[in-house]
Nanobody
Framework: QLQVVESGGGLVQPGGSLTLSCTAS????????IGWFRQAPGKEREGVACISTSGSSTNYEDSVKGRFTISRDNTKNTVHLHIWTLSIEDTGVYYC??????????????????WGQGTQVTVSS
């Protein structure tokens, strides 16, 4: 069974940091573009970051640039999303997805076929 699994969510105080991880079972992530998405309460899911198969290209949604960093370690079949200076607006369920397509600094264009169940991030004092 092909599965993507997120981990690392939790309760964090405003201004804090967090690292989310994405792994896979049944397949290797290095064949796929990986995207991180989030869904805040009452809002639609939005893409926040993408990384190419090699890790050489990354793309970020404007509102998270400078605070989010996506990275991958293909030897460990893992992709990370590092988040700094968390604010209440970052609260939501964060999803990892694997797909095919293209990633450049300006654009993440991919068909994401495999999705995880999500990990909850709550920013609160």
């Amino acid at each position: 069974q092909l599965q993507v699994v997120e981990s690392g969510g939790g309760l964090v105080q405003p201004g804090g940091s967090l690292t989310l991880s994405c792994t896979a079972s049944g397949f290797t992530l290095d064949d796929y573009i990986i995207g991180w998405f989030r869904q805040a309460p009452g809002k639609e899911r939005e893409g926040v970051a993408c990384i190419s198969t090699s890790g050489s290209s990354t793309n970020y949604e404007d509102s998270v640039k400078g605070r989010f960093t996506i990275s991958r370690d293909n030897t460990k079949n893992t992709v990370h999303l590092h988040i700094w200076t968390l604010s209440i607006e970052d609260t939501g369920v964060y999803y990892c997805a694997a797909g095919t397509g293209m990633v450049t600094r300006r654009r993440c264009q991919a068909d994401f076929a495999y999705w995880g169940q999500g990990t909850q991030v709550t920013v609160s004092s």
